[in-house]
């Protein structure tokens, strides 16, 4: 696990959007994992302008998205998929029938869940999986006690979570209380994991996941077993790490070689 914090939510989102680009550009079949919430908004915006500027293709990559409400439908304008096409898949050359969201619509939760699952294998794996942290340490939907080799299913959200999601829905009360989310075992399978997170809100997340032990307590901690992870914060979502004037200077020292190697600099 690599921290890399840089001062602000735009040059996080940059660098992001580059790894994305470099991947796409790479791999123009990439499978990419997406996340909802208020965190890669400003990564959907510059992606979009890169795509019209010309400078990237997504028509043939696929996607899949980490979770859904249970009980909205593609349609209703708070599902997990209008948020997509709205800040996402409308703007850019994407094939709709490659991106793949949770049918939070379904009446068999077990077989949508296992199809998920199977789709991602079919489609050869996530090559890399964005992701965005809750205050609770939580990633896609995966709650504290989730276990930390569970696979897509069904969860119940906390009443944090569904508090802080209700600035969405308007009023508590409108918020489902229950999700299909992928488990953390199948986000551990991605081939490349970017989590993003700013604002002091999230520092107490960060710190648990990054110097904390590998608990359930907080699911985000279970990326410490993954090969492929950077955490790309800003300074404020980093205040409550001990060790940032080390993790800083591994990334302000990385050789333009290695830079490239791993997507950050383009060829
Ligand atoms: P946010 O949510 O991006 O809206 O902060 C992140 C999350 O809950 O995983």
């Known amino acids: 696990m690599e921290v890399i914090i840089l001062p602000t939510e735009h040059d996080v989102s940059e660098l992001v959007a580059t790894r994305l680009q470099n991947l796409i550009a790479k791999k123009p079949d990439s499978v990419i994992g997406l996340p ?8 959907y915006k510059k992606l979009i302008q890169s795509f019209k500027e010309n400078k990237i293709d997504f028509q043939k990559i696929t996607t899949f998205n980490l979770d859904e409400y249970l009980g909205l439908g593609p349609k209703d304008p708070n599902s997990y998929f209008s948020f997509m096409k709205e800040v996402f898949f409308d703007h850019i050359n994407i094939n709709i029938h490659n991106t793949h969201v949770l049918d939070g619509l379904t009446v068999d939760v077990a077989k949508e869940c296992d199809q998920y699952e199977n789709s991602i ?55 489902p209380t229950h999700v299909l989310t992928m488990g953390v075992e199948t986000i551990l399978e991605a081939k490349e994991c970017l989590l993003m997170a700013f604002g002091e809100h999230k520092s107490r997340a960060i710190a648990k996941m990054v110097e904390g032990a590998i608990s359930s307590s907080c699911p985000a901690s279970a990326l410490q077993f993954h090969p492929n992870t950077k955490i790309i914060i800003d300074e404020q979502a980093a205040s409550k ?27």
């Open 36 to 43: 909802t919430g208020a965190t890669p908004l400003q990564v």
């Open 121 to 175: 294998h079919h489609a050869g794996g996530i090559d890399l999986q964005l992701l965005g942290i809750g205050h609770d340490g939580h990633i896609a939907f995966n709650e504290p006690g989730s276990a930390l080799r569970s696979r897509t299913r069904i969860k119940a959200l906390t009443k944090e979570t569904r508090q802080a999601n209700s600035k969405y829905f308007g009023s508590l009360d409108h918020v």
């Open 241 to 267: 790490l001990s060790r940032v004037n080390y993790y800083k200077s591994v990334f302000e020292n990385k050789p333009e070689w290695q830079l490239k190697a791993e997507g950050f600099l383009s060829n």
